[in-house]
């Protein structure tokens, strides 16, 4: 028999992609299923990126490109920051990969030694942990509650720095939990960070879906004294619908980026060419696509936190940005509901799925047992009817 090696048998498969495939399956087997799991704009990627995409294949430009990317794409991402967090980096500290994913898992192969310790503030995207552990290093996870905001503290941050530490990894606006760090709170964040030789990987993706008073940060703009030790990870997968596409990007001191073009160039050669001149459109092009559906994405968060508040025992704080609610189900622990009774996230998620035909992916994956996560990237009607699915199940 073939052998697994022990690197690829100790990583899980993503709990999101693997809820959205279960559902899939439900769904080829004619089942209507309210499918909340996946992290993915449900809008068509803006026309005008669409035929940029067209015309660089009419000019030619489907070969191999410069490993960390063509230079005027380097250039725009360059101008972006400029434009929106007045944040002056240049084309050499910038790196573009195949999303945002692979993004992280470069810089953290570049900066990551076995023993070195990683701090990640729970809930968490699903992937931090794992990739982290891929490269030998160790996750230390800080828990945080709901009643906290999902927010962690600077006494939290503070605790738990060893001279291990290599890394702090913060993601605002977050996933699963919506929340949006103020300025101020990041600031003082920074401020720990600031005592200890650590750096800092700030995963911004959502960067450009807040709402309300919610406004994203760019970290790498807070404290000039840790410029030279903040990675800024982002990409267009969720502001432009362009998940398909696989465009992330790095920005870092030149001599991570050198690195991580060195790793980068024995994986993958350089990031998809087509996609580039995609993305080089969706950056310097008009940005009220952007605007439109935003707009989209706070209307869908009022309808799903106002039926949501309806149901008993949920609760959750009001998230302000990215495109989820992550809500607290333990009331319904150990109690029966629709014939089944569930004791974790999990076991909920699978009966909910199941019997209400209601996909939701369990905080478990996101390092908060007692929690689920709802994507609201979905349509109004498809909302309204998988929480009145769901309302129904919980008995409300
Ligand atoms: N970071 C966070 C917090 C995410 O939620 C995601 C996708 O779900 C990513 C990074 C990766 O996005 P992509 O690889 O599509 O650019």
Redesign the pocket.
Known sequence: MIRISSLAASVQPSA?LAAGAKARQMKAAGIKVFDFSL?EPDFPTPAHICRAADAAMAAGHTHYTPVNGVPELKAAICRWYKRYHNFDCTPDMVIVSN??????HNALAATLNPGDEVVIPAPY?V?YSDLVQMTGARPVVVPTTAAAGFKMTPSQLKAVITPRTRLLMI?SP??PTGIVYTRNELEALADVMLGTEASILS?E??EQLTYGNAKPTCVATLRPELRERTIT?S????SYAM?GW???WTIAPKPLIDAMGNVQSQETSCPSSVSQYALLAALDGPQDCVAEMRTEFRARRDLVCERLRKIPGITFPTPDG?FYVFFDVSAYFGKPIGGATVTDSLAFCKACLETAHVNLVPGSAFGAEGFVRMSYANSRAELEGGLAALAKWLGA
């Open positions: 999101t992290g999303g945002a994913k692979h993004s992280i995207w992937s993601n977050n996933n995963d993706i959502y990870i990409g267009a997968s969720k998940t696989r465009m992330g990215a």
